[in-house]
């Protein structure tokens, strides 16, 4: 993966490992020691992927559209995109997967791109119910369909890892717009489309 461009060219590759050094150092460990020795490097180039989504614009995958479409009008449904964010709140990974569907009005945009743009939220630092709102207004504002619905679901390793400790426990979250939202048989027949209830792994 391509290096991004750092959010804050004020902050040197050197001060971010630094910065790893200095939280070594606060749990306990030595930094120099042979096994950390090349973790400052690790976690700053891990960090660049993780957070990869900073430097991406979704709107951008989203502006090529296609109108030849025969006059296609129903839903349109792509489910179990997986991904993998992280909380901003306690910087531990949430990993899941989301369900877009949308009602076309004239134009669709090919899949891959929603799946890109569900990578382009999800990798920065996140809260799900921003996520979810985030992704539902990107599809709105670029293809300005009949209705946009997106649910998602998230394992927080925030609450598995610490605190609670409670694992098992899944988050869904979901924003409904547009006939998804005005319309229950509309939104019925998208959950029914995606059955979160129903395990398919």
Do not use: N
Request: aromatic share 8%; hydrophobic share 40%.
């Amino acid at each position: 993966m391509a290096d991004p461009t750092p959010r804050d060219p004020d902050v040197t590759r050197e001060q971010a490992e630094d910065a790893v050094r200095t939280l070594l150092r606060w749990a306990g460990d030595d930094p120099r020691r042979e096994g950390l020795l090349d973790t400052p490097k690790r976690v700053v180039k891990a960090y660049r992927e993780w957070f990869s989504g900073y430097a991406l614009d979704a709107d951008e995958y989203l502006a090529r559209t296609f109108e030849e479409v025969e006059g296609y009008d129903e839903m349109i449904v792509l489910r179990d995109i997986d991904y993998e964010s992280h909380c901003e709140h306690h910087m531990a990974p949430i990993i899941g997967r989301v369900h877009v569907g949308y009602l076309p009005a004239g134009k669709v945009v090919g899949i891959s791109k929603l799946a890109r743009v569900v990578d382009a939220y999800a990798r920065r630092f996140q809260v799900q119910e921003k996520m979810t709102a985030q992704i539902a207004g990107c599809i709105q504002r670029a293809l300005a369909p009949l209705g946009v619905a997106v649910v998602v679901e998230g394992a927080h390793e925030c609450m598995t890892t610490r605190g609670v400790h409670k694992r098992g426990v899944s988050m869904v979250t979901s924003t409904m717009l547009g006939s998804f939202r005005e319309d229950a048989r509309t939104r019925a027949e998208f959950l029914q489309f995606i059955d979160v209830a129903s395990p398919r792994r």
